[in-house]
């Protein structure tokens, strides 16, 4: 599979990389019920399919993800065949007005959290740590938070660190300090705010990008309609995610139509597309894919090698023009 440098400093990394959220199992912020042995078997598959790096949170599962991605990676080399890529910042221990767990960055609580990550996943240093979101709740400054992740680096605990979710203001306030050596925003054909600003600044500064929900959580590998939704485990998080309910699912599904045309005039698959246009986004180093199943890879793979034609990146352009109609 192809790779990428992550920005200036960065590993070389596979252009798709392996998503472990889904695979955290029920819980408040889960995709529902998930069997343990898939996931090591769709792990395993993605890495022995070309992918070199796993995503995971402690979030996810409330560190039940990082659990599994351990036990798939005790068959490999990690930091070598294989990269880890992990988070920090959030607080399993409560939720905000807002139903969303509470975020911590206090240097404390990501030292802490560190090494709770270190020993779920059963590694001595996480390859890539980053801030999961901003810190919120607590009132901590950025600059504390990002020279606690300095520190573990010189101690050796991690080998770059990145953020996720953080806008340029914050991503500058760090770089100050230290060089970030990633980005992780949202970017997909429905949700393309970063384009606007946080790539750009990223291209600019050596910072290399990961985007995640390239398939907008699964909307847009053509899997899901209006009955299918309503399927959905009680405990999916997407029944309350706004791309998933109206007023924005009837204007999703009609960009799903066209753009599920443009994959068969390409002849390719939606899910393929839709990875693809992010990939071909300048700035952009690689793609998180999430999935269940090794058939699901199998269904994703092929957009590492997919490189949109000009007119067929304008078609997208043009059909998300069209829906916004």
Known sequence: MKRRRLGV???EISVLGMGTWAMGGAYSWGWGPSEDDNSIATIRHAIESGINWVDTAPIYGLGHSEEVVGRALAAFDVGHDVLVSTKCGLDHSGLDENGRYLRDLRPASIRAECEASLSRLGIDCIDLYQFHWPDHTTGTAIEDSWSTMVDLRDEGKVRWIGVSNLDVSQIA????????????????IVERSARDEAIPWCRQHGTGVIVYSPMASGLLSGKYDRSSIKDLA????????????????????????????????AGTTLPALAISWTLATEGVTAAIVGARTPEQVDGWLSAADLEPAEFQLQQIENAIADAAA
Not at 173 to 188: F, Y
């Open 9 to 11: 400093g960065g590993p």
């Open 173 to 188: 306030a760090c770089e100050e300090i230290h060089h970030v050596d990633s980005l992780q925003p949202i970017l997909n």
């Open 234 to 265: 009680p405990d999916d998080w997407r029944r309350r995610s706004p791309h998933f309910t109206e007023p924005l699912l009837t204007r999703n599904l009609a960009l799903i139509d066209e753009l599920r045309w443009i994959a068969g005039q």
